[in-house]
């Protein structure tokens, strides 16, 4: 074999994935490595490397002697050392867009679940509490006429625009990264400042991206500046809020209450968010369809024999290393 691709951290399609990367004369092989000294070990001479979320810092990029493609088997890539990646040659890629639907589809229900407290609903009918108007979870208002406040307008947030102006709400968003131009057509306002669309949004939604500089970006005095009826609704990134923040916003009444596909660390039991009546917590599970883990499980090493062919991959997020992969491995169609 020409090529050597190895997956630190399988999670299926190994049948799939050693066929199409057989096609490029790679080697394919799997073992879940559980520390970063396990990953070097696997994949010190490996061509390319298929990971989910296991930490790929400076220090293991820079033992990859031969590698031209690290390719995430996600959306996130903050698990990766981009920069790291960058200044070694190395093209990274995500897969972006798999899960649209339903990860749009996700902070839409958890939006309803929310304004309809059909957890609260449900989990005191269960206890055999039926009395008061909707069952003790008053107040409920009027979803139509209300403003949605969308974190960030990439992929997700902007699916997921037209699923909510079918419920009638208003939608605001705030992305400092996006062009003005990039939210004509879907009949939103683009605001200027975070502060604003926390005072205005009776629901915020975040769909940002996690980076070194808005880790934490949620804290009390974000929540403060919400109104005490609105929902806190995050399925980006556990590490964008503060969860002891977010914690005192909820039992102090900042807040009515907060929907939550991701924290920090994952499904950690112990969290104190998780013991709330006013929390909805879906366990990370908001990408997952039949369809779309499929897609997430083909598209790697898709990427990773596109790129061993002599092709620029689709899902690139560090576009800026073309030049420094040029140099070192030559030019790609």
Known sequence: MAFKVVNVTPIGETEYAAEVLGKVGAEYIESWCNSEDEVINLARDADGVIVVLTPFPRKVIEALTKCRVIAAMSTGYDNIDIDAATEHSICVCNVPDYCLDEMSDNAMALLLACAR???????????????????????????????????????????????????????????????????????????KELDELLERSDFVSVHAAL??????????????????????????????????????????????????????????????????????????????????????????????????????????????????FTQKWGSLI
């Not at 979803?143 to 974190?151: C, F, K, M, P």
């Not at 939608?171 to 996006?178: C, L, M, Q, R, S």
């Not at 929390?279 to 790697?300: A, D, K, N």
């Open 117 to 191: 407290k059909i957890v609260l609903i449900n989990n005191a009918i269960r206890k055999g509490e039926t009395a008061g108007a909707g069952y003790g979870a008053a107040p409920i208002f009027r979803l139509r006429g209300q403003t949605l406040g969308l974190v960030g307008f990439g992929r997700i947030p902007r699916t997921m625009v037209r699923k909510a102006q079918g419920f009638g709400l208003n939608i605001i968003a705030y992305d400092p990264y996006v062009h003005p131009a990039t939210v004509e057509g879907y009949d939103i306002e683009l605001v």
């Open 211 to 324: 980076t070194k500089e808005n880790r934490n970006m949620f804290g009390l005095e974000q929540f403060k500046k919400m109104k005490p009826t609105a929902y806190f609704i995050n399925t980006a990134r556990g590490g964008l809020v503060n969860e002891e923040a977010l914690y005192t916003a909820l039992t102090e009444g900042n807040i009515a209450g907060a929907a939550l596909d991701v924290i920090e660390p994952e499904l950690n039991l112990e969290c104190p968010l998780l013991k709330l009546d006013n929390l909805i917590y879906t366990g990370h599970s908001g990408y997952y369809s039949e369809t779309s883990r499929v897609e997430l499980r083909h598209r790697p090493p898709e990427y990773v024999a596109a790129l061993l062919e002599g092709k620029w991959p689709y899902g690139c997020v560090n576009p800026q290393v073309k030049e420094k």
